[in-house]
């Protein structure tokens, strides 16, 4: 026999009605299940998962079905239900998808037909039956039996509407996985992109790590860090800006080539761009260049996004970013002529550059040299305008002070930046290995932080120690996870890639 589902009922609960209300009612009904027995029972195995039921027998038809018996076991959140009478329908979304049951007095009894009428969308349940299709051609599970495994104290949103509310998705993200089918699957990309580009750096003779989070001196790059204390040592602590220092011990150390996918902290502004926790990807290879890292960098986003989205030519807020083709490759100098309108003279001489600086609401220190004041414009006129993916190279020493500075250029390093739809996604450079150069540049940013510069960094003497020893040429880089994630899944906002993000406290 077959049966065709009627259409969707209202929740048993008036529409509208008080949350308050509702939970006290579900509270009661949990208080009588507790009075009859086990209310959370944990000796339910579901033996199937949705997608698998769907994906061996949608194909068949309802006579095929019948004619030889499939046997189906499944648990998950209830989302719909419609009654008519001696007979129920339910949607049920398990953590792969979801299957409708049909629940029937001749199948469970009339008793268990009564109770099931008083479940809410929201429960958990399981339950065993056989596969067939109604009229429609749904493929459904027909109950035998059936078991209220967890009860929901709290309504779920609206069905049509889901939760409008984009800040209640953050604080609430385990409602909007269960209610956004486009939430669950960015996070599965997500997933899917993290997993490749381990399995990615492993195969290209990588060796993954772990280091501290916890800092005695925050190092590896220029920003605040967040303050804490450690009462055991009664010792000042930090947490980790970014694991670069202790990743390039390990290379001093004899591992050539390491990696880590690592959580680091940064106590600035929140944005769609920034959150205070994020995740990145440092990697260091021995006797590689800054051209050696970007040929790899390139290689590890095309990699990431044919595995988690199944293709390199991406769509991102209604335009086309395109990382299958070669990145394009800039120094900070030339991008100034290529996107900023500069002419080939104007680009070198200081006067214009503070003039541009000006006209874009900057004003640049006295004692900024050439390179600065190019850097500088770069960052107020350029790096908005670099959509598709591309290198930046050639960055002052000033701000670069872990990199190795050029032979032909010493006022300038070995450095890049990759940028996409105008953020950065990247970071990397020919590290420096000359302890006395490294010493002498932390003495520099010692100063500075010093005259108030709170994301200066500090002198780290066990890091020079580790240098004398001797890091052989490497070369480095760092890759934002979250704004790749961002990318890959046409997110416009960091919040929400990332599962639980930063939010002030509720009030």
């Not at 579900?26 to 009075?35: F, G, H, N, V």
């Not at 001093?252 to 920034?274: A, D, K, P």
Request: with cysteine.
């Amino acid at each position: 026999m077959t049966t065709t589902p009627p259409t969707a009922a209202p929740a048993p609960s008036a529409p509208g009605a008080d949350d308050n209300q509702l939970i006290a009612e579900r509270r009661e009904k949990l208080a009588a299940i507790r009075a009859r027995g086990v209310a959370f029972p944990n000796d339910f195995k579901p033996g199937d998962h949705a997608v698998d039921l769907h994906r061996l027998h949608e194909g068949k038809t309802n006579e095929e079905l019948e004619a030889l018996p499939t046997a189906a076991s499944v648990a998950g959140r209830m989302m719909l239900k419609r009654v008519m009478g001696k007979a129920c329908f339910a949607t049920l979304q398990d953590g792969s998808g979801r299957i409708q049951l049909y629940v029937t007095s001749d199948a469970v009894g009339a008793e268990l037909l009564a109770a099931f009428k008083h479940w809410d969308l929201g429960d958990i349940l399981g339950a065993e039956g056989t596969l067939f299709k109604t009229r429609t051609g749904e493929l459904s599970i027909k109950v035998s039996a059936i078991r209220l495994l967890t009860k929901s104290l709290r309504p779920l949103p609206d069905k049509f509407h889901g939760m409008a509310d984009q800040e209640l998705k953050y604080r609430q993200r385990e409602v909007d996985l269960i209610m956004d089918e486009s939430s669950r699957e960015r996070f599965r990309a997500r997933s899917k992109a993290v997993s490749s580009i381990r399995q990615f750096m492993v195969e290209h003779g990588f060796l993954e790590v772990e280091t501290p989070i916890l800092h005695p001196i925050p190092g590896g790059a220029n920003a605040k860090p967040f303050v804490t204390h450690h009462n055991a040592l009664d010792q000042q602590m930090f947490l980790r800006i970014a694991p670069e220092l202790y990743l390039k011990r390990l290379v001093v150390g004899g591992f050539e080539r390491v990696f880590e996918i690592n959580r680091s902290f940064r106590n600035e502004g929140v944005s769609v761009r920034h959150n205070p926790e994020f995740t990145m990807m440092e990697f260091y290879a021995a006797y590689w260049n800054h051209h050696d890292l970007m040929d790899f960098t390139e290689q590890i986003l095309r990699h990431a996004a044919r595995k988690a989205v199944g293709t390199a030519q991406l769509g991102y807020g209604g335009r086309v970013v395109d990382l299958e083709s070669p990145f394009q490759r800039l120094s900070v100098r030339n991008s100034l002529v290529v996107h900023a309108g500069l002419r080939e003279a104007e680009a070198d001489d200081a006067a214009v550059l503070r003039a541009k600086l000006k006209a874009h609401g900057e004003e640049a220190p006295s004692h900024w040299g050439l390179a600065e004041l190019q850097f500088g414009l770069f960052e107020a006129a350029v790096e908005e305008k670099l959509w598709q993916p591309t290198f930046i190279v050639d960055y002052p020493v000033e701000v670069s002070p872990l990199a190795r500075a050029s032979d032909a250029n010493p006022a300038i390093t070995e450095r890049f930046e990759l940028f996409i739809t105008g953020r950065e996604f990247g970071n990397g450079f020919s590290e420096l290995n000359d302890p006395e150069d490294q010493a002498a540049r932390f003495a520099a940013q010692a100063a500075n932080k010093e005259a108030g510069d709170e994301e200066a960094m500090y002198f780290d003497a066990d890091y020079i120690r580790a240098l004398e020893h001797g890091l052989p040429p490497t070369g480095g880089c760092g890759i934002g996870i979250d704004r790749l994630m961002m990318l890959l899944t046409d997110s416009p906002s960091i919040r929400d890639v990332i599962l639980f993000p930063a939010l002030r406290r509720e009030a």
